[in-house]
Nanobody
Framework: VQLQASGGGLVQPGGSLRLSCVASGNSFSTKAVGWYRQAPGKQRELVASMTSAGLWKHSDFEKGRFSISRDNAKNTVYLQMRRLKPEDTAAYYC??????????????WGKGTLVTVSS
């Protein structure tokens, strides 16, 4: 499995971005998916995850601003980010789990996409 994330860029505070991550292969629908981020000098942290059944969990820090979704027909997982803050600046990574459970994350990593929130 290979993962390719896209959609990052420079955005002003309060703005929105939607990240996408496309997976190769034909087992995407059976895997949990997750978005992580890593800011400079900090450890990588989980942003949101979704099981193969579509159950999602978001981290507390984003306080309802972010939303994870998946389109199994397109082998794609999305992260919609709203009301972005400068502290959201980071490299964002997608991952698929080893199975459909969120506890199997992270499994396979994709390359990151950089999000910069600045005026």
């Amino acid at each position: 499995v290979q993962l390719q994330a896209s959609g990052g860029g420079l955005v002003q505070p309060g703005g929105s971005l939607r990240l996408s991550c496309v997976a190769s292969g034909n087992s995407f629908s059976t895997k949990a998916v997750g978005w992580y981020r890593q800011a400079p000098g900090k450890q990588r942290e989980l942003v949101a995850s979704m099981t193969s059944a579509g159950l999602w969990k978001h981290s507390d820090f984003e306080k309802g601003r972010f939303s994870i979704s998946r389109d199994n027909a397109k082998n794609t997982v999305y992260l919609q980010m709203r009301r972005l803050k400068p502290e959201d600046t980071a490299a964002y990574y997608c991952s698929t789990g080893l199975n459909g459970s969120a506890s199997s994350l992270p499994g396979v990593w994709g390359k990151g996409t950089l999000v910069t929130v600045s005026s």
